[in-house]
Structure formats: C-alpha cells, structure tokens
C-alpha cells in the first residue's frame, strides 16, 4: 500500500469514531501537556533563582569576619576578629583579581525625614559599591571618594525608604536624619526587588563609609566587605587571592583555621541552579508517567479495537493483505492517535503556560526542546505501545478472522 | 481445450481437534477449465468449505498439490498466498464481507490498493466501471448500510472482479438474499460467466447450484458426483416465472 492511502485509510479510521478517538488520545494529550507545563514551571523557577541571584551582582565576593567553620571546636570569646578599614586597602593594594572593593558599614536607627519617620538600615560603603552590586540610581546622583575623604554627610536612599518618607515629592537636596544626624539626600536607587533570601533590598540608605562609621557606628569595625571578581571566570583565583591576603592581614599561621568568610555569589547561584534543576527533572518526571499511562491506555483500546474489526481484516486478507500492511495500518492508527494527542497536548501546554504567565505568580518557560522532546516522545509511546495490539492484528489467520462474529 | 485453471491432485486436508484427527479432505482430484460456471455442492461437513479455502488460497492442504493458473500453491510462503488472493481470485461471500462505513466504491478500490505492482494504472477509474458492469453506476458514493442486500452483493462482486481475476470464487453468495434478488445474482454471474469468467460456486442449494454450467458433488471429503448439466437454468427465464407467479397470487 502506499504511504498516502496508509495515512488516509488511518486517519478516516479515526474519525469513523471521534468519540473513542479523543478519549483515547486524552491521555497522551493530559501526558505531553503536564510534561510541558511541568518542565516550563521548572525552566520558569529556575530563570526566576537565577534573576534573583543575579541582581545580587554575579561576580560578587563577600568576606564575612569569623571562622568558617569551626571544625568540631569552640573558639572562645573575643576570637573571633572584626575587620577595619586596613583590611580593605591592603586587598585594595595587593590584590590582582578584584576589580570593585567596598567596606560595609552597618547603622540601624530611626530616619526622619520629608512626611514622617522610618526604621531601616543605613550602610557605610564606598563608591564602588553600585559596580559591585550591578545597581543604578534612578535619579541624583552617587557620592565620590571627595565624600568619603571629607566624610561628607551625603546620603543615597533606596527606593522603598524614598517610597516611605518623600510618597510624593523628589527628594533630592532635602535633609533626612538619621539617629539625629542630618544628611542630604543627593539620589535615589533603583528599585532592586526581593532578594533571593526574601530580604527586601530597597529598604536601606546608602552613605559613605567614613561619615557612617564617624558619625553614626562611632567605631572602628566594618561589618563585612565585599568585592567584585574581574570576571565570572576568575572567581576562583580571586577567592586564593583574598584567603591568602586576609591570612597575611590577620597574621595567622599555617595550621590555624581563617578567622573570616569568603562566600560567592556563583556558588549560591550554582546551589539554587542545581536545586531547581532536581525540581524540573522530579516534575517532568511524573509528568512522563503519565505519558506512559497514556500510552497503556492507547494499546487497551487498540486490542479492543482489533477484536472488534476481526471480520474487517479478514476481510482484507482475503483481498491480498499481507500481514505487514495490516501490521502497518494498525500501526500507524496507534502512532497517529498519539501524535495528535501530542499536538493538542502543545496547544493546552501553552494555553496553560499563558495563564501561568499571566494570572498566576508562578512563571512558566516553554522551551521549544521540551516541546520536541515530548512531542517525539509521544511519537515513540505509539509506536511502542501500538506495536502489540498492531501484531496480534496482522498474525490473524484469514478463514477464523472472516468467520468472526 | 481450453486452459486449466484449478487442477487438484490427491487434495489432503486433516485437521486435529483435541487428539481427535478430522479428515476434511481426502484425495480430491479435479479440474476446472478457463471459462467454466462450477457449483460445488455437499451438505454441511462434507468438506465443501475446507475445499473452498483450500482452492481460495487461505489454507494450505496437508498433502497433496493444488496447481492455480498452472502454478503449484502448495509450497508457497504467508505473502505468495496473499499476493495470489489479491491478483487471481475474486471472493465473493454469503455475508457481503463489506467494510462499513466505507462508500462502495471505496469497498471495490480496496483489492487495488494491496497490488504491489500497480498492474491497473487508476484505481479509481476501473472501480468505477467495475461498479457501472454490475449496474451500481449510480451506487457508488452509498456506504454499506445504504443498500440493499442484493445491491450489497453486487458491491462484492465488483470487488471481486476489479483486479481482473482467473477466478471468482463465491461462497453461498445469495444464502443472505431473498429469491427473487438470488436469481438476479445469479443472472450477474451467467452474465459475467458469459463474458469469459470462470466461476467456482459453493453451496448447498440445488435449486441454485442448477444455474451453473457443471456441478461437484463432495461427501465426507470424497467427489461422490462430477457431471456436466446439459440445460442450466437461466435467470431471465426463472424471473419470469416469479413474476408470473405473483401475479397469479395477487389474482387468486
């Protein structure tokens, strides 16, 4: 027979029966949908980690004061070291592979300003701190290292402080102040979103780090510092770098455990990556499951269906069918009805893939791959579970199959 | 004389039921000539229908040879069988054996499509004159359920004859159809007999078996009669007298 009239007499098989049809490919098409859906919402999860950690800044280094981890032993009191600002122009100095280096100066207290008053964070940093973290301002401008040398009572507020104390007015040039402290506001930031630790990073007012920790910490200590790598590639060196430096800045000796913490942005990237991805993998998983009921259910209504239509392929081999035209024909009915489940399941795939995106909060990615893949897939159940029922069909014996009732 | 068309030699078909041994067959020896309307006749169990699958090609005998156009069956493999059922015979059987819903013309086009070398050009076209031979011209696009049981049969008829086979082979062909309709069928197949087809008939009607030119007589798997019939019936004449007779019914 040849291939158009196959397709044909298939096709108008199907439809001889549009009802059984459909309930038959219904569940190939809940199968490749949920596979589809599944894996997007996965693609969509993951996309979403890797913004979140992304606007962190991705080449960012941070080095927290104490012990990495302590090994199984206390370290008493008083051990653990706090780091001042040699710290950061030692590394400033001698280190190779770090293009950005900020002290961060942490300050809480009440601000007060323009409408009311505000509980937030206010962060002694130095200029480069916007590289670092991949920020903007969205208007104003940021303070220099002319600021921090005379430790200027300049400030930056995040979006959500200027959304709290200036609703209305433009901030800029007005006095806020902070633990009684006027500053001047000379910018705004841009709005940064939720991190991905669900810290809120627009609430908080950037200053330089001389004037926070004179006017403000009164103190010596910064909090922690963090860095910029000169690339993606080079975090590893630039995390030796920095161990070794510190090592020499705090004079430890060599069996002695780092009195800091240097964690990197890449690593919690690659975590979250690789937790996301498990997640994807689980879901499109269970997902295929169901393809593969589907597919069961594909070959139960076959066998019926070759039980019923004996007398029809009795008929046909005693007209000069050969087994393989009715393995054929069979055949090719099991792998059209998937196929077409596979088509219809994109369809729904994608209808659902729009609510997601745009009525839920949950992001859906459909990534063409996904849909070949399950599309192929779906192709490959019929031709697997189509193969039995499409055997039994064509091993019939002509005189039993005519005499059927 | 003309060419042998079936030719059997000691036929042996033995079926096997549980430990029992069935001899359906045993040692038929026959000949039938290009152009001859055969009835094979025999009550049930005598072998008729084992005969018939045997000369159909849908079963092979357990001994014996069975030549078809002069070529030997006997050794041939599951797709040779297939592709002589598809290019030398002609079924025709007591249930029509139509695909439903599928248009008459379909149903005749069906035998084309598994001829593996295209011997007719267009299908469609010679479906058509199949159909308009045995006056469904204006039949065609009906399925089944449509027509009626005589118009069904001459549906299977068409099919049988559109791959121009050495052979019809028909099957009770009118034990589904009332009298009247039977005899037109049997006017169909003295007409196509005329025209130079061979016909082998099975059944168990002698009424019917007197249309054909010779009648086989099987029992308990033996040719217990072979004769020629010197005056067939002719269903023009038999028409007539049915409707001869329904009218004296009507009057009476």
């Known amino acids: 027979m040849k291939f158009k009239s196959i397709i044909t007499a298939a096709i108008k098989s199907i439809l001889k029966s549009r009802m059984r049809s459909l309930l038959t490919a219904l569940g190939i098409i809940i199968g490749v949908a949920a596979v589809i859906v599944m894996v997007s919402i996965g693609e969509g999860a993951q996309k979403q980690v890797q913004e979140q950690i992304a606007s962190l800044g991705s080449n960012l280094i941070i080095i927290y004061p104490g012990a990495s981890n302590s090994g199984g032993v206390s370290r008493g009191a008083g051990s653990i070291n706090r780091f001042t600002m040699d710290d950061v122009n030692r590394i400033k100095d001698e280190a190779t592979f770090i293009k950005y280096i900020s002290p961060i100066v942490r300050a809480g207290g009440q601000v007060i300003g323009g409408v009311g008053n505000w509980n937030t964070s206010t962060q002694g940093v130095s200029p480069e701190y916007l590289d670092i973290r991949a920020w903007k301002l969205s208007s104003g401008e940021f303070f220099t290292d002319k600021d921090v040398i005379s430790r200027s009572k300049v400030c930056v507020l995040g979006s959500e402080v200027k959304k709290n104390l200036f609703p209305n ?60 790598a000169t690339s993606l590639a080079q975090m590893p060196q630039a995390q030796a770098e920095l161990t070794k430096i510190m090592r020499e800045a705090h004079k430890i000796q060599s069996p002695e455990d780092d009195d800091f913490t240097i964690r990197n942005q890449a690593d919690l990237a690659d975590a979250a990556t690789a937790t996301t991805k498990v997640l994807t993998l689980l879901l499109g998983s269970v997902a295929g499951v169901s393809l593969i009921v589907g597919g069961i259910g594909i070959m139960n209504i076959m066998l019926v269906s070759v039980t019923e239509r004996t007398r029809e392929i009795g008929i ?29 399941g994109i369809f729904l795939a994608f209808g659902m893939g729009y609510i997601l995106n745009n009525y839920t909060s949950q992001p859906a990615v459909i990534q063409p791959a996904i849909i070949f893949i399950s599309f192929a897939f779906s192709g490959a159940v019929g031709v697997f579970f189509g193969f039995y029922p499409a055997r039994k069909a064509a091993n019939l014996n002509p005189i039993d199959a005519l005499r059927y009732e | 004389m003309s060419k042998i068309i079936i030719e059997t030699r000691n036929l042996v078909k033995t079926y096997k039921v549980g430990d029992m041994e069935v001899n359906a067959l045993k040692g038929i020896n026959l ?106 011209g204006d039949r065609m696009d009906h399925v089944p359920n449509q027509l009626s049981g005589g118009q069904q049969q001459r549906v299977a008829i068409a099919r049988a004859l559109v791959n121009e086979p050495s052979l019809i082979l028909a099957d009770e062909p009118t034990g589904n159809l009332d009298s009247k309709t039977s005899v037109e069928v049997f006017g169909l197949f003295q007409q196509l007999n005329k025209e130079g087809i061979t016909i082998v008939l099975v059944t168990h009607e002698r009424d019917y078996a007197n249309f054909s030119k010779r009648i086989v007589e099987l029992r308990d798997g033996k040719i217990i009669r072979d004769k020629e019939i010197e005056k067939p019936l002719t269903a023009t004449e038999e028409l007539e007298k049915l409707k001869t007779a329904e009218v004296n019914q009507e009057i009476s």
């Not at chain 1, 005693?318 to 219809?344: P, Y």
């Not at chain 2, 030997?72 to 002589?84: F, G, M, P, R, W």
């Open chain 1, 316 to 344: 046909r081999l005693s007209i000069g069918a050969r087994a393989t035209d009715i393995l054929v024909q069979f055949l090719t009915e099991a792998i059209m009805l998937s196929l077409s489940g596979g088509l219809i």
């Open chain 1, 169 to 228: 007015d433009d901030p800029i040039g007005s006095l806020v102040r902070i633990r009684n402290v006027p500053f001047k506001v000379i910018g705004v930031l841009e709005e940064k979103g939720q991190s991905a630790m669900g810290v809120n990073n627009d609430d908080l007012i950037l200053a330089p780090w001389s004037s926070v920790l004179d006017r403000l910490s009164g103190g010596r200590y910064i909090n922690f510092i963090q860095a910029s």
């Open chain 2, 31 to 136: 000949k039938i000539f290009e152009g001859e309307f055969v009835a094979i006749m025999g009550a049930s169990g005598s072998g008729k229908s084992t005969f018939m699958n045997v000369i159909g090609c849908l079963d092979q005998p357990t001994t014996g040879d069975y030549f078809l156009d002069n070529v030997l069956t006997s050794k041939l493999d599951k797709n040779q069988y297939a592709e002589i059922r598809n290019q030398k015979i002609g079924f025709v059987f007591q249930g029509f054996n139509l695909l439903s819903r599928t248009t008459a013309l379909e149903n005749v086009e069906l035998p084309l499509m598994y001829d593996r070398h295209h011997r007719i050009k267009d299908p469609k076209k010679k479906a058509v004159e199949v159909l308009e031979r045995v006056g469904l």
